[in-house]
């Protein structure tokens, strides 16, 4: 994987993560992985990146691509500066694409069908070292935003996460003062460290600490659920994700000075040209 658009960006490692054929054709500076069913040969696959999490794709989606790509990036990109990561779907850029999606106001769609190769190109380059990431928003329903715990109790199986958040604590990747911190967090980012760009040395060492407490999980909880629950621990590693980058930023930034330079859009390709987001489709 070279520095892309032949050294606009050098250092710069960018990965997008899917289970299924793309949608779009991805810019030459992109290197897809594969996972589920779209593994085949000639790719880069995750049974050949991260042999150990492909059986546990089932409870972990996309994040056993982030597993990948970090190995990825240690074994064939050392001096790597700025890691980025996109989906099949999902993107992140400086610039604003498209239109809020109606349920979702912190992600904007885009119709597949007036996507042009070169713009999705220019579109798809951060312009910037460092981190770019979409903007945040709070899990609210009417005029109240509920924090983490509460919303997760609320639209998934609040079991897991306090699973997760112990073991967490017992690797030391949170601190016990943490705990209540991170339950009661209301400012959250979509997709956590798996959706954006990021330095190479905070992503490196927050994905590898964020995959110790899924080896915990998985080796202690053969836990599995149905449907759209499907994706045990992704969900609860978009939470811790999205903690340690706040954490991050409000720490070199401060409370919200990091908003004005730090963010930018996050993009949903649709293929109906629909306005909303339905989860998981």
Known sequence: MADIAGGAAPGLVYACLTHVPLWVAMPPYVTTIYSGESQGPGRLNLRDLAPEWEPHHPV???????????????????????????????????????????????????????????????????????????????????????????????????????????????????????????????????GGIELGFFPAAFWIDSITAVERVVRACVERYATRREGAQARVWSFCVERLGSYLLLKHLRAAHGPTDWLATQTGHLNLITEDGSAGYIPGA
């Not at 983490?148 to 003062?177: C, I, N, P």
């Open 60 to 190: 972990l989606g996309g994040t056993a691509g982030a597993f990948a790509l970090k190995n990825l990036v240690l074994r064939q990109h050392p001096a790597a500066t700025q890691i980025g990561i996109c989906q099949y779907r999902k993107f992140v850029s400086r610039k604003r694409l498209g239109v809020s999606a109606q349920n979702y106001k912190v992600m904007d769609v885009l119709d597949r069908a007036h996507l042009q190769p070169a713009a999705l190109a220019e579109a798809m380059l951060p312009g910037v070292p460092g981190f770019l990431v979409g903007q945040p928003g709070q899990f609210a329903v009417g005029d109240v935003s509920y924090d983490y715990l509460y919303q997760y109790k609320d639209v998934h199986h609040v079991e897991d996460l306090l699973r997760f958040t112990s073991e967490a604590v017992e690797l030391g990747v949170l601190h016990k003062s943490e705990v209540i911190p991170f339950f009661q967090e209301k400012v959250f980012f979509p």
